[in-house]
């Protein structure tokens, strides 16, 4: 089974700040890696897939990177509504996802 | 819109069954697979199973392998999870997932359902 790390588990980080959340692959899973945002008590949302592609709706301040075992999340610019956790899932096999980041309020 | 509505949680006790649904409707239900994902409480999330569009592919986590079941009817755009033998590690959110792109079996998930919570609990 492949797995997914995470790092960091927690980031506190301020409004404006530029933030990167790493995903690594147990094994290469060339691009196949998406990025899930989940608020308190709501689904997860699509953000970004196929490591790099945008979402329909979702803003340009989020971005993807990376192919084969490491992978990031970028945001340019947090806004106030981007506090949540984030979750990487491969999609190379069996669905899986990271364990999560949860990004608060410094 | 596309929405995806569950139903069909609530509390069991251990060795108990269940079986939740998952109402779908603003697309064409019939040609894209789906997913149910779980959550248990303060936790991430867990894939559980799959189903092919037509009905024709299953697939599980080894979590509950042999225990849940995955079905489609896509004359009423519902999906189902049958879950029996329920255990305390079985306690989550339950969520559907529609996948990405028609008539593939590994797409990403776009749309989710607002989930439905099973406790297993005595």
Redesign the interface.
Known sequence: DIQLTQSPSFLSASVGDRVTITCRASQGISS?L?W?Q?KPG?????LI??ASTL?SGVPSRFSGSGSGTEFTLTISSLQPEDFATY?C?Q?NS???????TKLEIK | QVQLVESGGGVVQPGGSLRLSCAASGFTFSSYGMHWVRQAPGKGLEWVAFIRYDGSNKYYADSVKGRFTISRDNSKNTLYLQMNSLRAEDTAVYYCAKGQLRYFDWSYFDYWGQGTLVTVSS
């Not at chain 1, 709501?42 to 699509?46: C, E, Q, R, T």
């Not at chain 1, 069996?94 to 999560?100: H, I, L, S, T, W």
């Open positions: 196949y998406a899930y989940q709501k689904a997860p949302k699509l897939y196929a979402q979750y899932q999609l069996y669905p899986a996802f990271g364990q999560g």
